[in-house]
């Protein structure tokens, strides 16, 4: 096979491509703990940002001196006042949280009661306790 002059071959081979690489090309390993860019690339929410400028600003309709987001707040609380059920489920998540589900996990203790011959009250009372433990981790 004919190869064109300067073109590298691989020394095991003897053919084109593949081969380990020209050392001239080839750069260091990194130091432990060194990195090209250790902050990584930069976090950019486009939409966001310009939200936060947005609400930053002042207001142009209603009383001088407020900003956008005083205004929406305003907004928000009269709806909430009005009755509107969107506001109010809105604010009431936002100051309590959502709602907590309750969960009846009786029918699978008295499956498992039944599945290894247990009672169902120690083994129900013994789920509570471990329940009851990882709600104070």
Known sequence: MATKPGASTSIRTGKRGGG?????????????????????????KPITDEIKA?????????PAGRTNLQAGVQKLMDQFV??????????LEYVEGPPTQRIDFRGE???????????????????LRVLEGSKAS
Do not use: I
Request: glycine share 12%.
């Open 20 to 44: 380990p690489g020209r050392p001239e090309n080839l750069r260091p390993p990194w130091k432990k703990g060194e990195a090209p860019n250790p902050s990584g690339r930069a976090k950019r």
């Open 54 to 62: 947005q609400l930053e600003q002042a207001c142009r309709a209603g």
């Open 82 to 91: 009005g009755g509107e059920p969107h506001a109010q489920k809105l604010v």
């Open 109 to 127: 203790v008295e499956r498992l009661a039944d599945e290894y011959g247990m009672p169902f009250d120690e083994l129900y009372q013994r789920t």
